[in-house]
């Protein structure tokens, strides 16, 4: 907006230096004519006798002089005629564009090359003594000529016409340029969301525009003339923002409150440039004012809400801490009587189990596998509450060879499962690789473990690059699910099976889902029963 100010003071020079050429012109053919004014009394006063002295002789000699170096420093085209039409003199210029010179010819047949009198060379107003003035566009050419014709008049009574044409093409051409920056410009000015204002440096309103006068609530009639004190709410406002802009010439983006009509306070964005006469005083201001009323408003209620996420980011890691320490103290609580009801079953299994019965035995075992189980429970939910603690280190990772190694790793813990797999191509990706280890570990592993009822556990491993993200996904043969249940798969505790079909802690999945959220990824599943699962997760590349 600013560019558009700039463009309206540009175009207001630019019409100020087409006045000061026009204003040229015609002091140079004002002069013009008053010399041959001038040279018509001084040689009707030497045919009369009654100038006799040298010194208006000389003064005669100077006034002819400048008349010819007029005549010839005229950057246009002069001619002289009768009134019978016949061409008395033609400067050189007239001469050298004409190529000839046609002293004694009429006027319209040497000049337009026409077989009779055209309106440029009469006009009975010049015969009768008076200087006519116009503009036309010259149908010959397509050119715009500015036409002096004055009249001559000789001792003998008779009057001559003097033509003065001076090509004003270009002149014409920069008017209707700055005549269509002006429409632009009014255009741009009325049809601008913002508020553009024009006052003097009284600060008197000028000119405001539609966006202005809604802004405020008035009427064009209350505004223009309206000192622009009446609608800052703070008077100091208004005085600080005429020193600095007196000072630097400009503002932009200067914090406001200006008050509507209605009574109602705003805030606003003031920027404004100062508008100088030739001389470089201070004329007034022009600017644009910004409502940005309901941008403080949401900026403060960001404020609020930094605030508020401030004060409860401090209340969650109090939380935090509370809760590791509540985490350790329960670990611990409960692994001290596991540990003892593990120990002294073993004890009672090796000692006195010549006296137990089958039955016995058999539940002394439960106790000890439920006690195994539990103590596992336990490092499982630890592991998963220290994920959103843990400090992600992030790197590059083959992603292929770290399925290779989990698989060898896996199939040594496996050894008595038939395990086909497959690692397809996979793409690499950043992150924190040990996060990443612990998800294939989970994955794989379930998909080891939902494969036990197959006789050859078929696991496939791919991956692939989709949309600005790396996809990818392990697949199985085994026992599958319920697509309708894919959802509670990934919630902690969540089991779509008892222990006693497969073992587990109903964990695994979780950590896994929360590993890749916090690598901003996604995780899904699908499935169906009998034909086995395919879990999904991605990584950005």
């Known amino acids: 907006m600013r560019q558009r100010i700039t463009k309206l003071q540009t175009s207001e020079i630019q019409v100020e230096q087409v006045g000061e050429e026009i204003k040229k012109l015609n002091g140079n053919m004002e002069r013009l004519i008053n010399l041959i004014g001038q040279f018509e009394a001084s040689d009707k006063e030497l045919e009369n006798g009654t100038t006799k002295h040298a010194k208006e002789e000389e003064a005669l000699r100077k006034s002819l002089a400048e008349y010819d170096a007029i005549i010839e420093a005229f950057d246009g085209l002069i001619y002289i005629c009768s009134n019978d039409y016949k061409v008395e003199f033609m400067n050189e210029r007239f001469i050298q564009r004409t190529g000839y010179n046609p002293i004694g010819q009429e006027c319209y047949k040497a000049l337009h090359n026409l077989d009779s009198i055209c309106p440029w060379c009469v006009n009975e107003k010049v015969f009768q003594g008076e200087t006519v003035r116009w503009e036309v566009l010259s149908p010959k050419d397509n050119r715009w000529y500015y036409i002096v014709n004055t009249p001559i008049r000789h001792p003998d009574g008779r009057i001559s016409k003097m033509a003065m044409i001076q090509d004003i093409t270009e002149r014409k051409k920069i008017e209707e340029a700055l005549r269509e920056s002006e429409k632009r410009y009014r255009t741009i000015f009325e049809e601008s969301r913002d508020a553009i204002y024009i006052t003097t440096r009284e600060g008197r309103f000028v000119d405001i525009n539609q966006s202005g006068l809604d802004l405020f609530g008035f009427t064009k009639q209350e505004m223009i003339g309206m000192n622009v004190r009446e609608i800052y709410v703070h008077a100091f406002d208004r005085q600080r923002f005429q020193q600095e802009i007196e000072q630097k010439g400009s503002v932009r983006d200067y914090e406001v409150k200006f008050r509507k009509k209605d009574g109602t306070d705003m805030d606003c964005l003031l920027t404004a440039t100062v508008k100088r006469a030739d001389d470089g005083s201070i004329l007034g201001y022009q600017g644009i004012i910004r409502d940005i009323t309901e941008r403080k408003k ?99 990772i083959n992603m292929g060879e770290l399925a290779k190694a989990i698989f060898e790793e896996l199939r040594l813990i496996h050894p008595e499962r038939h395990l086909l797999w497959n690692i397809k191509t996979l793409p690499s990706a950043r992150g924190d690789q040990t996060m990443i280890r612990q998800v294939f570990i989970n994955l794989l592993s379930n998909a080891i473990k939902f494969t036990k009822p197959k006789e050859t556990a078929v696991i496939e491993i791919g991956g692939r690059v989709e949309e600005g993200r790396n996809i990818y996904y392990v697949k199985d043969n085994g026992v599958g699910f319920d697509v309708q249940e894919a959802k509670k798969l990934f919630n902690a505790f969540q089991r779509l099976h008892s222990t006693e079909e497969f073992e587990g802690t109903g964990i695994g999945l979780a950590i896994v889902h929360r590993i890749i959220q916090r690598h901003d990824g996604q995780v899904w599943a699908e499935g169906k029963v009998n034909e086995g699962a395919i879990f999904f997760f991605t990584l950005p590349q």
């Open 298 to 396: 949401a900026e403060e209620e960001i404020k609020k809400l930094d605030e508020d996420l401030k004060r409860r980011a401090i209340e969650l890691a109090t939380i935090n801490k509370e809760l590791e320490a509540f985490s350790y103290s329960v670990s611990h609580d409960l692994r001290t009587p596991l540990i003892a009801i593990g120990g002294f079953s073993r004890l009672l299994l090796e000692k006195y189990s010549t006296h137990l019965d089958e039955k016995g035995r058999q539940f002394l075992n439960i106790i000890r596998t439920k006690a195994q189980n539990m103590s596992q429970l336990i490092d499982d939910t630890l592991a998963f509450c220290h994920l959103s603690r843990r400090e992600m280190k992030s790197s590059d």
